[in-house]
């Protein structure tokens, strides 16, 4: 057992956040749903109430990656480097070139892991906002995430306050709409391929 669970230890300062997040998030969204559905007479079908309590814990496991407080070394040094604010968009930070001559691997190696995992991130609320919400039409959707992004660097920001050395940079926004908006094309493009291309992509 102990061997089955290694692997994610390493994630533990984000699985136990997100754990304890749930336990309150999900019980208090299905105390809402079951209120709302007394009340309504329409009632949701089965695969739409599913989509929405993965939408809560899609909420929740974001909230846990991204508002835990980081005391590292690294977050601590760029933190200090940067004042924990950057407004200024950078190509490198976006594409992370190894021809840089300066550039170390571990530099490169978590500029790639920065890079990819704030698309990822975001990969999810493009699918689940296309699929909860199919009328909603890309551009929509861009700018839900571009609201979520900036709400999320704007705490990042404060919570240096209370300790945290969270940046807010302009370079994550980018690329978490980045990732939502290919999880919206993504399923924009699923649909037009299964209605046979009859209905062009609304955008």
């Known amino acids: 057992m102990p061997r089955l669970l290694y692997p994610f230890l390493a994630y533990r300062s984000v699985i136990v956040p997100f754990l304890l997040v749930s336990a309150v998030a999900v019980p208090a969204w299905l105390v809402i749903r079951l209120a709302r559905r007394r009340t309504s007479a329409q009632r949701p079908t089965f695969l739409r109430e599913m989509l929405l309590v993965a939408f809560v814990l899609y909420l929740s496991g974001l909230a846990a990656a991204t508002l835990a407080p980081e005391r590292g070394a690294r977050a601590r040094a760029r933190h200090d480097a940067t004042g924990g604010l950057v407004l200024r968009p950078d190509a490198s930070t976006l594409v992370c ?8 691997p571990n530099d490169r190696f978590f500029c790639g892991y920065n890079a990819k995992g704030n698309v990822l991130l975001f990969f999810p609320l493009g699918v689940l906002l ?11 959707g861009m700018l839900i995430a571009l609201a979520l992004s900036v709400s ?25 709409v980045i990732g939502a908006s290919l999880g919206l094309a993504l ?14 992509v609304r955008a």
């Open 97 to 104: 070139p190894s021809s840089t001559p300066d550039a170390r």
């Open 130 to 140: 296309a699929l909860l919400w199919p009328r909603l039409r890309v551009v929509r």
């Open 152 to 176: 999320i660097e704007v705490i990042q920001y404060v919570s240096s306050a209370w300790g945290s050395y969270r940046m807010a940079d302009v370079n994550d926004v980018i690329l978490n």
């Open 187 to 200: 399923v924009a493009l699923l649909r037009r391929l299964l209605r046979g291309g009859s209905r062009p």
